[in-house]
């Protein structure tokens, strides 16, 4: 099967070298790609979102899947462009369509959807330009903390915590008043503080039948002990340590059957991944957030725990037979740790050379923001490398994965040494 797979960070590297894993996997090329998705495959100098020239790249190369690895293309429509298409029908997109992209795409929908289908989540309340006055006072009546969110995609930053009401009605005029998200900030959620520890929780779905895949918890902030800005992440682990048999029981029996349900109970058509970001609070889980692919760097500890072959799955959800394919996740501890350039999350350069790959043994390698320079492997991001370690504890796994990161070099060069440190 020839697959042409979209994105260019950790997690289109970790799910090319799954895919590659296949004796199914015929050509794989990656689009754009980077220094390690290279190592799998064949990089193609195409943007996600240049759905014309990605339709035409399909047909000339005989594609039959195309892999969305990020929001952007799903949330643009890239499933409805080829299905509207008689000469692109028959290439198998994974991922929703517009309509089921929304559950990431816009908050507000997200927050609704759940709503309908009893699904256990912050209470909240939506606001616009049109109702700013009342969005104001019922922020001046507000519990704290409150939680303020743009509706729609905000690379990650769109959502803030306010422990004050100053605080509150400042980010609320700026993101209503003052554009300060865009065309995303147009429409304001404001939630309700839920306290407890999150965690990442995947599946694949058909739109009606599901596979539940290993479950993760990563580290957005940028220093130690969970502290300073948030970043796209800066590790993760799995499985998770609190999420045993009677808890993830709850979360498949509340949260997601509920969601599958209530995506066939209107018609959405949703072939493709569902990520559950949640937060479990005492005992119970509440949802945070969905999102409509794969989680980052979640991608890199989730795929080398998964023992089933990945293509396998993706060719069951076209046909329809995700419950015919075994599923089994590997034993031992994923722990990723990565490496970002200095600055980051704020300013930072690229084009740093990077040495020391050729020296890990024993921890998988992703590549995130990288570029090949002939022979020369070089930074081209804030995230540059993702490193993962399997070992029969978390100690031994994060052990593992520091030692690498330490061996690893270029210039201004900064990782987390704590991950998971809340489990140890």
């Known amino acids: 099967m020839n697959i ?39 990089n193609v100098p195409i943007a996600v979102h240049d759905f014309e020239r990605l339709a035409a790249f399909c047909l000339e190369h005989d594609i039959q899947l195309l892999i969305p690895g990020s929001e952007e293309p ?37 927050k609704a959807f759940m709503e309908r289908h009893g699904i256990p989540t912050a209470a909240y309340r939506e606001f ?19 939680v303020l969110k743009a509706d729609g995609l905000a690379a990650g930053k769109g959502v803030v915590i306010c422990d004050t009401h100053e605080a509150a009605l400042e980010v609320f005029g700026q993101m209503l008043q003052e554009a300060r998200f865009g065309e995303a900030g147009k429409k304001v959620v404001v939630e309700a503080f839920l306290s407890g520890i999150e965690l990442s929780v995947f599946v694949l779905t058909d739109g009606r039948s599901y596979v539940l895949l290993p479950e993760a918890k990563d580290y957005k902030r940028i220093g130690a002990g969970d502290t300073g800005p948030n970043t796209g992440g800066m590790g ?6 609190f999420a045993d048999a009677a808890f993830m029981e709850r979360v498949e029996n509340r949260i997601i059957r509920p969601t599958i349900a209530g995506l066939a109970a209107e018609n959405i058509d949703y072939k493709g991944f569902i990520f559950f970001g949640l937060i479990k609070v005492g005992e119970e889980p509440f949802v945070i957030e969905y999102n409509c692919r794969m989680g980052d760097p979640e991608t890199e500890v989730v795929m080398p725990r998964l023992e089933a072959d990945l293509l396998a799955l993706l060719s069951a959800v076209k046909t329809g037979r995700l419950s015919e394919v075994p599923v089994s996740f590997e034993k031992r501890t994923a722990a990723t740790v990565m490496l970002v350039s200095g600055g980051y999350p704020g300013g930072y350069d690229k084009g740093k050379t990077i040495t020391g790959l050729d020296q890990v043994r024993d921890s998988r390698v992703f590549h995130a923001g990288t570029r090949a320079e002939g022979d020369t492997v070089v930074t ?41 440190w809340e489990f140890l």
């Open 236 to 241: 993760a682990v799995s499985p998770v340590p």
């Open 128 to 146: 616009t330009a049109e109702d700013y006055e009342a969005g104001k006072q019922y922020l001046r009546e507000h519990a704290l903390p409150v």
């Open 4 to 42: 042409l797979l979209l994105g260019s960070g950790g997690r289109e590297h970790a799910l090319a070298w799954k895919l590659r894993q296949s004796p199914d996997c015929g050509a794989l090329y990656i689009a754009p790609g980077n220094a390690g998705t290279a190592g799998c495959g064949t």
């Open 380 to 420: 081209n991001g804030g995230r540059v490398l993702a490193i993962t370690s399997l070992a029969g504890d978390l100690k031994t796994a994060l052990e593992r994965s520091n030692a690498c990161a330490a061996q690893i070099c270029f210039d201004k060069k900064y990782f987390r040494s704590d991950i998971g």
């Open 74 to 110: 799903l949330v643009a429509g890239i499933y409805d462009y080829f299905g509207e298409r008689e000469a692109l029908r028959a290439i198998q997109v994974i991922g929703p369509s517009r309509e089921g992209a929304r559950l990431e795409g816009s908050k507000a929908f997200a």
